[in-house]
């Protein structure tokens, strides 16, 4: 671990790509976590880096991407949806839609609830008549 932590300073032949520091803040976000060591703090590194590549490499074969010779937001979006380990990256990862749509959407739930409410009250009439 030691070489590790050595090599990680060095400049080309690092062995992890992502910074270091910038995981370090976020893993000293969490509340439970007071210090990290080297070792936590690259094993960490490392390990979200090769996650990105797999959920990469698993979008692009199943996605278009290999149509396109290229990898897209839907294609990751895809693999969240439809491929259970990926499957808790769902809101992450949502699907794009139109803003248009989006607000269509928002006006129906409303409009849906305004509609769920109406009935309520009158059930609540019709048991009071019953009575």
Known sequence: AEMAAARLSGGENRLVSLPLSRIRVIMKSSPEVSSINQDALFLTAKATELFVQYLAAYSYKHGRGKEKN??????????????ETFQFLADILPKKILASKYLKMLEKEKQDGEVREDNEEEEEEEDEAEA
């Open 70 to 83: 290229a990898l897209t937001y839907t294609d990751l979006s895809h693999t969240a949806e439809e491929c």
